[in-house]
């Protein structure tokens, strides 16, 4: 009894039952819409047989297209009046099918025998395997009794009967138990005949087709529980993701102006990702209350892999450069410690800089990342070519060399990542250097957020619809000086 109950099982647990009741609507909407097409079909087809391109007796057509549509009318009323949302709605919906479709077939026995497969068809779209053997079980039942009253109302196909005592004749009777009567046949053992010579070589079509909708039924119904889990399991991956990305967003510098009370500078900053989380970052922070440390970094790979690395280099990073020395000290102690055990062979890009906030002078060394970009008080943003070291991860014992440059009073500097310019559109040209240092000059005695809004801006129009892989991140100081 526990196997039966298990066959017939539809819903294998709380869990999946609203999947699987959502599959059950979508169910109900295709019935619906092959009840309203066997509707129309029927409508047709009667007032062909009314114009007298079809020969079936009015009579019988008339209450066959009556009770056929009263038939298909009950379900379709109830589909709009809970507008498919109750489960129950399938059961009303095939059977009634089923209804209609015997009764048909009972008529017009041999042109129909495919109709009967229909609701058999139709009940494996609910993906439940006890639903469809249930409804395979009706209509085997429904044809069998469809197939006795075609003796009965049945109207002869192509005239020829298979009679046991005088084999297949050929008759002119428009009704089969005429013919059959007119023979002198006991309509009893021309049943018999026909189930044997008939209905039962038919049956055993059906049955294949029975198990083939059953498997179909039970195949559906394993896809929706495995697209159910792989839509669960997206859903933890999505949300963990939005937590990492709520935790590196957390471990840059984000509220601004970071530093109200210090009037010598303006710094603004942004990391916009291409994915939930990426390997982009910058960093700004007082060494001393003389001393700004700048960073900006971009570390190999996409994803949570690069996330990792990028908050492990941030931090070797701060820690190292609040102990004190130069950028290329820095850098050489954390490209070390890196490199002491990087399995994942993953490496980044740094661009380092100490601002001397009394002078106004700059100390940098720059790992293998872009070059900055500079303004004079009074000028238009240009390019700054610098020394350019190995990228930090990349190989153990690496030195690095610091450079120098002095910010004057009004004087800005823009840091940025490879993704800037490397932003691509539809047509997969690059936004490019140039384009950004244009972008740079709409306004470049504009404030820094004023100016970071103006390259977003300009490389949002640029890619238009265009996917991006890389993320965009910027940092851009003034120095106002003492």
């Not at 013919?179 to 049943?191: F, H, N, Q, T, W």
């Not at 055993?204 to 669960?232: P, W």
């Not at 790979?301 to 190292?320: E, H, Q, W, Y």
């Amino acid at each position: 009894m526990g196997k039966i109950k298990e066959y017939f099982k539809i819903y294998e647990s709380e869990e999946t039952k609203a999947v699987f009741e959502q599959n059950d609507y979508e169910g109900n909407r295709l019935s619906y819409y092959v009840i309203l097409s066997c509707a129309v079909i029927l409508l047709i087809s009667w007032g062909l047989n009314l114009a007298g391109v079809f020969t079936v007796p009015k009579v019988r057509m008339n209450v066959l297209a009556i009770l056929g549509l009263i038939e298909f009318a009950i379900p379709v009323v109830l589909y709009l009046k809970f507008k498919g949302q109750r489960r129950w709605l399938k059961y009303v919906m095939v059977i009634a099918l089923l209804f209609a479709c015997t009764q048909l077939f009972s008529i017009l026995n041999h042109n129909v025998l495919l109709i009967m497969v229909l609701p058999v068809m139709l009940s494996s779209r609910y993906f439940s395997k006890g639903f469809t053997v249930m409804i395979s079980i009706l209509t085997v039942i429904f044809a069998t009794v469809g197939s006795i009253l075609t003796v009965l109302y049945g109207i002869i196909d192509l005239n020829f009967y298979p009679s046991p005592e005088k084999g297949t004749v050929i008759i002119i009777e428009q009704k089969l138990r005429e013919a059959i009567v007119a023979l002198g046949i006991d309509p009893s053992k021309a049943v018999v005949s026909m189930m044997v010579n008939g209905f039962l070589p038919r049956l055993l079509a059906f049955t294949v087709i029975c198990f083939i909708s059953i498997y179909i039924a039970k195949r559906g119904h394993d896809m929706v529980l495995r697209q159910n889990e792989i839509a669960r399991a997206s859903a933890n991956v999505k949300a963990e993701l939005n937590t990492a990305t709520q935790i590196q967003n957390g471990m840059v510098p984000s509220i601004f102006p970071a530093f109200p009370g210090r009037k010598e500078f303006d710094i603004h900053a942004g990391m916009y990702t291409a994915k939930e989380v990426g390997g982009d970052f910058y960093d700004f922070f007082l060494i001393d209350e003389k001393h700004l440390a700048m960073v900006i970094a971009d570390v190999s790979g996409k994803g949570v892999p690069a996330a990792l690395f990028m908050m492990a280099s941030k931090i070797l990073i701060n820690d190292r450069a609040l102990m004190g020395g130069t950028p290329a000290e820095i850098l050489q102690f954390v490209n070390d410690r890196i490199c002491s055990n990087n399995q994942a062979e993953m490496f980044v890009t740094v661009w380092l800089g100490i601002l001397d906030l009394e002078t106004g002078d700059v100390i940098a060394a720059n790992a293998g990342h872009e070059y900055p970009v500079i303004r004079k008080n009074g000028g238009k943003y240009e390019l700054l070519k610098d020394k350019h070291g190995f990228v930090v991860g990349g190989m153990e014992g690496i030195r690095y060399k610091d450079y120098e440059f002095k910010l004057g009073k009004g004087d800005s500097i823009f840091l940025y990542t490879d993704g800037i310019p490397e932003a691509n559109n539809i047509e997969e040209e690059q936004f490019g250097t140039d384009r950004m240092v244009d972008a740079l000059n709409i306004k470049p005695e504009g404030t820094p957020e004023e100016v970071l809004i103006n390259v977003k801006n300009e490389v949002n129009t640029f890619v238009g619809d265009a996917v991006q892989f890389d993320d965009l991140t910027m940092l851009c100081l003034r120095y106002n000086g003492e």
